[in-house]
């Protein structure tokens, strides 16, 4: 069912087609008209900060270590990945298990528009409006069994077309997952383009997870496999470094990196003299994901 | 050895200021680029690392002068300063960027020195490159004696090592360019010990 989270403007009204292709060019203009000329006044001040990011900024600063452990890596190695054919094994807890293929996941779902804050664990940030179907009409589709507690999702591995698997610097395939309620939320979707464009596979073509309310490392790109678990699933970073890395990873301000501050971040895009902003709670999702957590202690189970 | 003369002779003609000249290009470049876009989207950090791997690699190429003489024979001890001097001027643009475009706020600052073990390394190391700097001139060698200036500016040693360690702790994951990197460090300054224990203990002679 889609409409649950009803994010109050859409990319379109905020950043013209032929603009959000090329905000360089209009920065440099410099003319402080021009932008305000592209972002009409909003009113309410969780939507005037939402101004998504430009395409060239979304899709060429991507962690995506598959294709390299360099911001610009999987911008110049991910065009060799193949996504068509895709499909998803579905397995573990649930009613209708099997390998998915790509138009059976789509089919049914109504694709919406979500602007995100995507807040990642390294202090950087930007807004992405993403296009997508909430993680819940999947779960519906395959039939979560009443025992199920956890999702499981893993990344392809694929190392003729991924020259970052080649080395170790984690264990593959990449591994996240998210309790039940957490991947039943509204907020949580499945992501196939951005911009209205089918999904860049520097960024997780043909689909991925989001969830905004997480440190990006959570939001598992290039999905092939998804699997209803009892138990907590393991999950990439967290096998890695678990003193770093929680299962949980909710964005925190109040809760640092053992090595940086998680306090404030760097929004994309401000060039060289952006200041740093500082961190919502929940990545300012408060509103909507408290709840998941009360009553737990958010330093233990970061 | 052909090849260790004529680089000898080439030595001995190019001019130190040369390197000077020539540092400071990079520098240009990078603060152009990175205002400009050619570093992408997050430029900030883009030159901040640069910078700070410049400065790594620098200092590194200092440490190989000795080794170079010690197994090669090539004599490039002339520009042993001008690198020294050259690495310490990219690690303080390092910090001076960290310090002023990326953190800017001066209580984050103070808290991540304090508290941020790879920073704090970082830091030390600096902190170590400092009386090198200030003494990489004649005024000094003369003033402090040569062995004294020679004990001081063992400090290298040190002050690279935590150039490496900060490099591999920063990066996320185990990536194997700081690895690398840090055991490049590790062979040059073992190439030395095996150099120091050939030579006769002092009163042996």
Not at chain 1, 165 to 184: I, K, N, S, T
Not at chain 2, 89 to 95: D, R, T, V
């Amino acid at each position: 069912m889609a409409g649950r989270y009803k994010s109050d403007l859409k990319w379109s009204d905020v950043t013209p087609r032929a603009d959000y292709l090329n905000r360089r060019t209009l920065m440099a203009g410099a003319a402080a008209g021009a932008i305000a000329s592209v972002a009409p006044r909003q009113t309410s001040a969780q939507t005037e900060e939402l101004v998504p990011n430009t395409w060239e900024e979304i899709t060429s600063y991507n962690n995506f270590y598959e294709f390299g452990t360099g911001k610009d890596d999987p911008k110049n190695n991910a065009g060799q990945m193949t996504t068509d054919p895709w499909s998803i094994v579905v397995d573990g807890l649930v009613e209708r298990p099997g390998t998915y293929d790509f138009a059976d996941i789509l089919a049914g779902k109504d694709i919406e528009e979500r602007i995100y804050r995507l807040r990642c664990v390294e202090a950087w940030s930007m807004v992405v409006p993403w296009n997508g179907f909430e993680l819940k009409d999947l779960l519906d589709q395959v039939g979560v069994q009443p025992s199920a507690k956890y999702v499981a999702f893993e990344t392809l591995v694929r190392p003729e077309e991924m020259p970052g698997v080649r080395f170790p610097v984690l264990e593959w395939p990449y591994r996240e997952g998210l309790r039940l309620d957490e991947a039943m939320h509204p907020l949580t979707i499945m992501a196939t383009g951005l911009y209205g464009e089918p999904m860049p596979n520097q960024n997780g073509a043909p689909i991925r997870l989001v969830v905004p309310w997480k440190y990006g490392f959570k939001s598992i790109k290039s999905i092939v496999r998804m699997t209803l678990t009892e138990e907590e699933p393991p999950t990439s970073w967290n096998m890695s470094q678990p003193n770093e890395y929680g299962f949980y990873s909710n964005v925190n301000p109040t809760v640092d990196h053992p090595r940086w501050s998680q306090a404030t971040e760097r929004r994309i895009g401000g060039g060289l003299f952006s200041r740093r902003i500082p961190t919502l709670m929940f990545n300012g999702y408060e509103e909507e994901v408290a709840d998941l957590y009360a009553g737990m202690d958010l330093t233990k189970f970061f | 050895m052909a090849l260790v003369t004529a680089i000898n002779g080439w030595a001995r003609r190019v001019p130190k200021w040369l390197l000077y000249l020539l540092a400071v290009a990079p520098v240009v470049w990078v603060f152009w680029a990175g205002a400009t876009g050619v570093l992408g989207v997050e430029p900030i950090k883009e030159i901040e690392h640069r910078l700070g791997l410049w400065g790594l690699q620098v200092l590194i190429a200092s440490l190989c002068i000795t080794p170079l003489r010690t197994y090669a024979g090539l004599n490039l001890l002339k520009f042993r300063r001008p690198l020294g001097l050259i690495g310490f001027f990219y690690i303080l643009l390092h910090l001076l960027v960290w310090l002023i475009l990326d953190v800017g706020i001066i209580s984050e600052i103070w808290k991540d020195i304090v508290k941020r073990p790879y920073i704090t390394i970082g830091m030390v190391g600096f902190v170590l490159l400092l009386p090198l700097a200030l003494t990489s001139n004649d005024w000094a060698i003369r003033k402090m004696g040569a062995a004294g200036w020679r004990r001081l500016h063992k400090l290298a040693y040190p002050a690279v090592i935590l150039g490496g360690v900060h490099y591999v702790m920063l990066v996320k994951g185990w990536q194997i360019e700081p690895i690398l990197y840090l055991g490049g460090i590790a062979a040059l300054l073992a190439m030395r010990l095996k150099w120091r224990k050939r030579q006769p203990a002092p009163g042996a002679a």
